[in-house]
């Protein structure tokens, strides 16, 4: 390191994610998922809702290339529609569920006293509720649909984030890297935002990708539930849950395995970049 | 101690208490008691030593007198002025004259932070330098503590041992300070480098005319160092002295058994080395009298229920014990 430029963190950053070969191959299938959700639409022949009364429990032919399922709707366009609505949801969620339990954490942590008292209390009684029956209870008042269950399941999970970063900030809080910080005048918000949050943010990123996977299978119970994304909208979730009974399981594959397998790709190509993410982001993990 | 106008700091029976967490079923509340009223004056220019075994409240007192750890109850006069009742905004501009060299450099240093970044962070907070003077500092201040400037835009996981210690200490400097508190700067360090880092604070002190609280629990270390040195135990001062007076002519029984520990590195000298019997008391429920009652080996009556005052027995030398009290 002969060199006096600045290596932007940037890029040292990368370096290091590309060390990681499962990493980069979980970012190459979830843009390529979702680059298929957005522009395959287009080229389609038929839409989600779409019936073809000659497809009914169809196999896969090369008019239904993924078959029909038990009304006559395109599988492989219900595939395409239902990966936008299950990324949309899990990505939504978890963005909401970020935004509101990642300041809650910190400033339960970061002040004590009784801030630390309501919010964790309030996580707790959040967390001891089970989750699906009050996701149940909210959608069913406010409506099912996209909107609703996204921003239920979202509003629902801030406790995960609050308590991971919490725990977090209260022990990076005792390094003597802060105590060093208030010995050179460092004001609180920088404190927080300069030497608590970049040693306390990595574990979350882990926490997203398991949250959004969270998401995208709590969807698909709701779907299944009758209170998630109402058919004839598509989504993984209704679409396997729809083609549940035994005859299907054993005799029609093509409805339940194409958007199984999409979910697992999905959901593991999103822990392939959080485990990415995390050891990039660790100053300690050297390039090489 | 006459207090004089050279005493940078002076120091009035300061205490630091910690409640002990209690349950609703035992009400009694129980403090530990960390600091509990220590009198000290630091004069301007001297390295003041202070000395004791792990857990007797030598960093909290540390921490204490630049109010990085509130105080129960006391006085931190520095100048002149009591710290102790200023609010927020003026402790923060006192950092610009008190700073803090702490144990384990490594983790003093934010890790996701450069050591540009580093030392340039006091200079913005205090504002001393601007546009490019900002850079000519930091190099100046890395040259300072003996690092050259391509080590710039290295992060603190880089370094050795050595190399943090003076990047903690380049950052203390970089606002000028003129008090430095060292709590055990080189007691993370191996042997070599300690001598490094200790021969640049000594080097460091006379150019930038500083003066150090430097405690530790190394007495060769502090005999390098130190003009003074004092002793503590249990959060309270046992003795203090001039370095030379108190490494030849220990008086307070505990100072007597620190000093036997000392290792000689010849092995013909024999020694009698005085082995404490007993465990440090629970500084929940510190003895009454003498905090070193169960431990000494010249205890007496009044030792259990009479705490001694601390005393001249010689010019620049006090000693809290009983044996030295000429009257009662």
Known sequence: MENNKKPSLFLNFLKKYCENKLAILGLIVLIVIILLVIILPFFLRYTEAEIDALAFNAPPSSEHLLGGDDVGRDVLSRLIYG????????????????????????LAAYYRGYIESIIMRLADIFLSFPSIILILFLVSMFGPSIITVTVVIGVLGWPFFARLIYGNVLSVKEKDFVEGAIAIGEKNSRIVFKYILPNAIAPILIQITFRIAAAIILESSLSFLGMGVQPPAASWGNMLYSAQSITILTERPWMWLPPGIALIVTILSINFIG?????????????? | ???????????KDLKKHYPV????????????????????????????????ESGCGKSTFGRTILRLIESTSGSVLYNGNNILSYNNKEVRSLRSEMQIIFQDAGASLNPRMTLGEIIRTPLEIFRLAKGTEVEERVIELLNLVGLNESYIHRFPHELSGGQKQRVGIARALAVNPKF??????VSALDVSVQSQILNLMKKLKETLNLTYLFISHDLSVVNHICD?????????IVEIAHRDKLFNNPSHPYTKALLSAI??????INRERIVLEGDVPNPTDPPKGCRFYN??????EKCASIYPSIDKIDDNHFVACHLYHKNG
Do not use: H, W
Not at chain 2, 26 to 39: C, F, H, M, Q, R
Not at chain 2, 228 to 236: D, E, H, T
């Open chain 2, 228 to 236: 003074r040195v004092a002793v503590m135990y249990l959060g309270k």
């Open chain 1, 83 to 106: 990966g936008r609505v299950s990324l949309f949801v899990g990505i939504i969620s978890t963005f909401i569920s970020v935004i509101i339990g990642i300041p809650l954490g910190v």
């Open chain 2, 1 to 11: 101690m006459v207090s004089d106008n050279k005493n940078i700091l002076t120091v």
């Open chain 2, 263 to 268: 290792p000689i590195p010849d092995p013909t």
């Open chain 2, 21 to 52: 967490k209690s349950n609703f079923l035992n009400k009694d509340k129980k403090v530990v008691k960390a600091v509990d009223g220590i009198n000290l004056a630091i004069k301007k220019g001297e390295t003041l030593g202070l000395v004791g």
């Open chain 2, 295 to 300: 431990r000494c080996q010249y205890r007496m």
């Open chain 2, 180 to 185: 430095l508190v060292c709590d055990e700067p």
């Open chain 1, 275 to 288: 485990n990415g993410l995390r050891d990039a982001l660790d100053p300690k993990t050297k390039i090489g």
